[in-house]
């Protein structure tokens, strides 16, 4: 048995919505996150993809696995109408060139943290064509919040994330996000009246033209932060 094997057979993929997943505790001297349906390691998801892309940082050394790739990433950001979540590819990126904004895939992987952000870092992605899979996993999900066995999720884990323990999908970018261009874009969106109705991208990307590139990144961080949602596609509204 491959030491794959193993390890899939000794951390089964839990099914489970997205917000099971942020509402979780990450342990990262374990690597494990604790949920309602207790440790988890490997999970199962059905969500549409709301964005993909592929990220390269110029003149930095990869953490990848393999520690001597190019630092390129393939990034999923999902919704499956309880949360969002970044799943990130490593390597053969054309094996996913299939799946576009829009697409409803499954998603099996594991939970990885860092910082205060969760993510998948997947094993297999798909795109769902039968939506009674769909149906099937949610009925799985209802019993299983329907049992006894549901248990407490404990208090956020303080852990040292310091640069020694960084996981595989680090990303150099994220060290020099500045809060305070978050703050603007917040700011921005209550000036629209955003407060009351939602703001198109197109109109934020016109006010933040000196951050563009970031400006997406910044928007689906403050999503995953509970401050701004989505009432439809690309308009953007504060909570």
Same mark, same amino acid.
């Given at each position: 048995?491959?030491s794959?094997?193993? +390890?899939? /057979?000794?951390?089964?993929?839990?099914?489970?919505?997205?917000?099971?997943?942020l509402g979780?505790?990450?342990?990262?001297?374990?690597?494990?996150?604790?949920?309602?349906?207790?440790?988890?390691?490997?999970?199962v998801?059905?969500?549409?993809? &709301?964005?993909?892309?592929?990220?390269?940082?110029?003149?930095?050394?990869?953490?990848?696995e393999?520690?001597?790739?190019p630092?390129?990433? %393939?990034?999923?950001?999902?919704?499956?109408?309880?949360g969002?979540?970044?799943?990130?590819?490593?390597?053969?990126?054309?094996?996913? /060139?299939?799946?576009?904004?829009?697409? &409803? *895939?499954?998603? +099996?992987? @594991? $939970?990885?943290?860092?910082?205060?952000?969760? /993510?998948?870092s997947?094993e297999?992605?798909?795109?769902?064509?039968?939506?009674?899979?769909?149906l %099937?996993?949610?009925?799985?999900?209802?019993?299983? #919040?329907?049992?006894?066995? $549901? *248990?407490? *999720?404990?208090?956020?884990?303080?852990?040292d %994330?310091? &640069?020694?323990?960084?996981?595989?999908?680090?990303?150099?970018?994220? #060290? @020099? $996000?500045?809060?305070?261009?978050?703050?603007?874009? &917040?700011?921005?969106?209550?000036?629209?009246?955003?407060?009351?109705e939602?703001?198109?991208?197109?109109?934020?990307?016109?006010?933040?033209?000196? +951050?563009?590139?970031?400006?997406?990144?910044? %928007?689906?961080?403050?999503? +995953?932060?509970?401050?701004?949602?989505?009432?439809?596609?690309?308009?953007?509204?504060l909570?």
């Open positions: 048995m491959t794959d094997n193993i +390890m899939r /057979s000794r951390y089964p993929a839990i099914h489970c919505w997205i917000k099971h997943i979780g505790s990450y342990a990262s001297n374990d690597k494990v996150l604790h949920t309602i349906f207790g440790k988890v390691r490997r999970v998801i059905y969500a549409t993809v &709301i964005d993909k892309r592929v990220i390269t940082s110029q003149n930095v050394e990869a953490i990848s393999s520690g001597t790739e630092k390129s990433r %393939l990034i999923f950001e999902l919704d499956d109408g309880t969002i979540i970044r799943a990130t590819i490593w390597e053969d990126f054309e094996k996913y /060139s299939d799946i576009k904004k829009g697409s &409803i *895939v499954q998603i +099996m992987g @594991f $939970i990885k943290q860092w910082r205060s952000y969760l /993510s998948i997947p297999v992605i798909k795109i769902v064509d039968d939506p009674n899979l769909i %099937l996993g949610d009925a799985e999900i209802i019993k299983k #919040l329907r049992s006894d066995n $549901i *248990v407490e *999720v404990p208090e956020k884990f303080e852990e %994330l310091g &640069i020694e323990n960084l996981p595989d999908e680090f990303e150099f970018d994220d #060290l @020099f $996000i500045n809060d305070d261009d978050k703050e603007k874009i &917040i700011e921005k969106i209550r000036e629209l009246g955003g407060d009351r939602g703001i198109p991208y197109e109109v934020l990307k016109t006010e933040f033209k000196f +951050m563009e590139e970031k400006l997406k990144k910044y %928007l689906t961080e403050l999503e +995953m932060e509970s401050r701004i949602y989505q009432p439809k596609e690309d308009f953007y509204q909570i």
